[in-house]
């Protein structure tokens, strides 16, 4: 690359890093968004690619930044990545074992990359991913799980390797102190598709993503019974063949589309979505006085009358999920009453309590719960995002508030929520990106 053709890139980085989205709010939303296809189950399908040297083809790939992202580290690692009107072909006909470290380090979700690795290879060596604003997240029970499968893990120099000579199944127990993990569950199935034997997971995650994982691998040549439910079992094959598949739609951007309608007093129909993977945000939105109505793979999202408050604990799947804990307090903030937010996965999941005070909202931490005094009207101001959901809430909340919001650092949500302005905008919104002052 030539100096200019570097000046070039960094520019249009930091040009992106420097967006900023401004909304004038106070604008019901109405008419009709479609749901794209979910983040959190691609990503894990994308590093399956690596179990096979066949080509695979995924569907409804979301165009986010994290999508990109992961595609870097496959190209990185020897995989052929092509993607195009909302589909991915991977082929990793030769890869490699060791992940670039910078890479790998700025992407959490990357870490999906050690069991396939592991599951091909019988080695695999990723930079450890450090915490993040949300928490610590420790991978101390994927580790768990490939030693559980015969990996010896050693962690020197900011790495982490797990190698085998062969990995053999093993029943293991992957619950940890919140609950299960959704990527742990995901990186030791992967790795037991192509182990020695049968491999049982117990307190797997049940999430829809780990279904959606499943599905893949089952058309690559897996094994896998029982996901969706805490008990996953994998019989191990010699090898997986290449497969096609659709990602299932986002049921986080579904939520946040349908409180976003909450908020603003609007109508919408949200097509495309999965209503069955959203019972618990349906179920609060129904208390805090919205209607929802089921329509086939639509929902159909207004308010009726004025919204009640309401408490929520986030827990994993089939509990509300803590991707829509900032969007749901968003609403709170709307709400007369008193509504307490636990969060119960992440430790330091509240980084937008402090942003959307600045809007005018009354929220006081105490411990793991936020105690949300509703009802205050909210006027815009500018705000920074902290993390992708947090960015979200302040989006919900500038929708919502008198006057102009402006959401610094948008790039948060460019990594999950595939043209935010856009649809939005087609929903009635004043939303226009804009780079930052
Ligand atoms: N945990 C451990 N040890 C581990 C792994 C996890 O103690 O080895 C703990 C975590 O610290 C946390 C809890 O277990 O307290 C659950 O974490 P989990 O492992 O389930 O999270 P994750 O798999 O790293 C995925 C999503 C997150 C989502 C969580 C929970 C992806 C790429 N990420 O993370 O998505 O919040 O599951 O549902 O799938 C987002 O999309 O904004 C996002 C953060």
């Known amino acids: ?180 993990t959704v990527l742990g569950t995901a990186n030791v199935m992967m790795a037991a598709t192509l182990a020695e034997g049968v491999t049982v997971i117990e307190s797997a995650a049940c999430e829809p993503e780990v279904v959606d994982l499943a599905c893949f691998l089952n058309a690559m040549g897996a094994q896998i019974t029982g996901a969706g439910s805490p008990t996953i079992a994998i019989t191990g094959v010699k090898e997986l063949h290449g497969a096609e598949h659709e990602v299932i739609p986002d049921r986080i951007e579904a939520a946040t589309y349908a409180i976003a309608a909450a908020a603003t007093n609007g109508e919408i129909t949200i097509k495309g979505a999965r209503p069955d993977h959203l019972h618990a945000v349906m179920d609060k939105l129904n208390a805090a006085g919205v209607r929802v109505e089921r329509r086939g793979a639509d929902l159909m999202i207004c308010r009726h009358g004025r919204l009640k408050s309401v408490d929520v604990t986030t827990l994993p799947y089939s509990g509300f999920p803590t991707d829509a804990q900032a969007q749901m307090m968003a609403l709170m903030t709307l709400s007369p009453g008193i509504s307490i937010i636990t969060e119960r996965i992440f430790e330091s999941r509240f980084m937008h309590v402090s942003e959307l005070a600045r809007l005018g909202a009354d929220i006081e931490i105490e411990g793991p719960s936020a105690i949300v005094k509703g009802g205050k009207p909210l006027s ?36 999950g929520y595939e043209n935010i302005d856009r649809k939005l905008r087609r929903l009635g919104a004043r939303i226009e990106r804009m780079e930052e002052t």
């Open 1 to 180: 690359m030539s100096a200019a053709e570097i000046a070039t890139v960094i520019d249009r980085r930091y040009r992106k890093f420097m967006e900023s989205l401004l909304i004038k709010g106070g604008v019901p939303l109405h008419g009709e968004v479609t749901v794209s296809g979910a983040k959190n189950a691609v990503l894990p399908i994308m590093a399956a690619t690596l179990l096979t040297s066949e080509p695979c083809v995924i569907h409804r790939v979301p165009n986010l930044s994290d999508v990109k992202f992961m595609g870097q580290i496959l190209t990185s690692l020897g995989a052929r990545v092509a993607f195009a009107g909302g589909t991915l072909r991977i082929q990793a006909r030769k890869i490699r074992g060791v992940g670039d470290y910078d890479l790998i380090r700025r992407m959490r979700g990357s870490v999906c990359i050690m069991g396939p690795l592991l599951g091909r290879l019988k080695q695999a060596t990723v930079s450890l991913p450090g915490g993040c604003v949300i928490g610590a997240r420790p991978i101390n029970l994927h580790l768990k799980g490939f030693e559980a499968l015969g990996a010896k893990i050693t962690i020197a120099c900011g790495y982490v390797r797990a190698a085998a000579k062969q990995l053999t199944g093993a029943d293991l127990f992957l619950g940890g102190r919140a609950g299960s």
């Open 380 to 415: 815009g101001a500018p705000v920074m995002a902290s993390d992708l959901r947090a960015s979200a809430a302040l989006v919900i909340a500038g929708l919502a508030a008198k006057g102009t919001t402006q959401v610094n650092r948008v790039y948060h949500l460019d990594r």
